[in-house]
């Protein structure tokens, strides 16, 4: 009993690929003994093989077995030391299998997909953004980068975890960066200082653009008088942090039914959306780009931020025009072609 203890603990501690290469050698010596034993009954190595597979799974159908002596005391061995074995190889897998769900829980895994969404300091408001991501694309992927312990949307597969600094070059690149859609970044409101709150993401936004440059980084910020410096590391886009809020409550006091319309707007759980919709040879005009897309039931809104285009019907759309449109999913779905 002392021998398979011992046995056991040491099989235990040695490598997946170590384990890997005892049970092919076991396995494929066994089957040719096997067949060396008992070669009539058999009648070839696969069918050794075979056996000795089901008999180390013990399934045993019957439609193998030793007929000899040498062949049964040979089962026996089987018995003893293959099928335990094959329980230890199990133990393995199961131990391998909760070892990743438990470095998954706590954010040491590497993400290794691509065009995924990086959403770092995990707050209400970022939990809010991954749910409306997963309302625009149920198929999106998302990474959070937090210096949580323990992963916070542990029952939402499509969301990896990161556990660290989200400033630190390995921790951003664990999480995919360099292959990665956009990164939102919201302040830290965990820290007291609003000042500081800007500090630590312009440091996040800069180790972003210099490792890279090429992903779209969008920043909560607390001040505005701080946007200078997010301009400075050429961060793509700013949104100051209360700004929405205060600005729905104003519309709400004076202007009744107003802030329902732009609530609806930023919103993809009900009603209408804003969409970006590709150009077309045909429109040569915002006019012509306008009254094509009303036919199909949307509404052409703007160039990039330029909301005036509906004033200047006549002037030529330029080649780097990014158009938006508000309209149902459906039609926007039918205009870009998906």
Known sequence: ????????????????????????????????????????????????????????????????????????????????????????????????????????????????????????????????????????????????????????????????????????????RKAGLEKARAAIIFADTRIEETSLIDGKSLMIASSIERIAPEVHTTVEVMHEKHIQNFRFVQVNEFVLSHDAISSLAVRAALQEGNSAVISQLISREQGDDIYEVPRTREWRTYGDAFQDLLRQGATLLADRSDMSINRKLNDPIPADARLYVVSDEATYRRIAGK
């Open 1 to 172: 009993m002392h021998f398979f203890l011992r046995f056991s603990t040491r099989m235990m501690r040695m490598r997946k690929t170590t384990i890997a290469l005892i049970i092919f050698i076991f396995v494929t010596g066994s089957a040719t003994v096997a067949y060396i034993l008992e070669p009539s009954t058999f009648h070839s190595w696969f069918n050794a093989l075979y056996w000795v597979m089901t008999t180390m799974a013990t399934v045993g159908y019957g439609d193998f077995f030793a007929a000899t002596v040498w062949g049964k005391l040979f089962t026996l061995f089987l018995y003893i030391f293959g099928i335990g074995l094959l329980s230890l190889v199990i133990g393995k897998v199961i131990d391998s299998i909760g070892s990743i769900q438990r470095q998954r829980e706590a954010g040491n895994l590497n993400y290794h997909g691509r065009d995924q969404v990086i959403i770092i300091n995990w707050s209400k408001k970022a939990k809010s953004a991954v749910h409306e991501i997963l309302t625009y694309d149920e198929r999106a992927q998302i990474v959070i980068i937090d210096e949580l312990e323990r992963h916070p949307l542990e029952e939402q597969h499509q969301v990896h975890f990161v556990s660290g600094d989200p400033s630190a070059e390995d921790i951003l």
